[in-house]
């Protein structure tokens, strides 16, 4: 059974960082990407950043690509988010997700949550200018 659990939000200064925890008490399974979501005030659920523990591949949106770090660790069944140099803009609730079918992550566009069947309930972010 999935089971996700986010951590490690918090209120931060620009510039400053902070690494996201989702734990899965059922146990990560390689087999399924794992993601991250963001929901902010445009009120779209926006894809962050992936990994499909299978091949190891790592996916990441435009917006974050050379300041997060996303990472998976079997043993202790939790995927983190490791994200440095916070803008405002980065703020909103964080959410983890295990897509539904087994395989590699799908892109990281519009509706790419629409793939994602198992949801944390979400930690938030908030980061001042």
């Known amino acids: 059974q999935v089971q996700l659990v986010e951590s490690g939000g918090g209120s931060v200064q620009a510039g400053g960082s902070l690494r996201l925890s989702c734990a899965d008490a059922?146990?990560?399974?390689?087999?399924?990407?794992m993601g991250w979501f963001r929901q902010g005030s445009s009120k779209q659920r926006e894809g962050v950043a992936a990994?499909?523990?299978?091949?190891?591949?790592?996916y990441y949106a435009d917006s974050v690509k050379g300041r997060f770090t996303i990472s998976q660790d079997n043993a202790n069944n939790t995927v983190y988010l490791k994200m440095n140099s916070l803008k405002p803009e980065d703020t909103g609730m964080y959410y983890c997700?295990?897509?539904?079918?087994?395989?590699?992550?799908?892109?990281?566009?519009?509706?790419?949550?629409?793939?994602?069947?198992?949801w944390g309930q979400g930690t938030q972010v908030t980061v001042s200018s």
């Open positions: 997700a295990r897509r539904s079918g087994a395989g590699d992550c799908p892109y990281l566009g519009d509706y790419a949550d629409r793939a994602y069947g198992f």
């Open positions: 059922g146990g990560i399974d390689s087999r399924f990407c």
């Open positions: 990994i499909y523990g299978h091949g190891g591949s790592t």
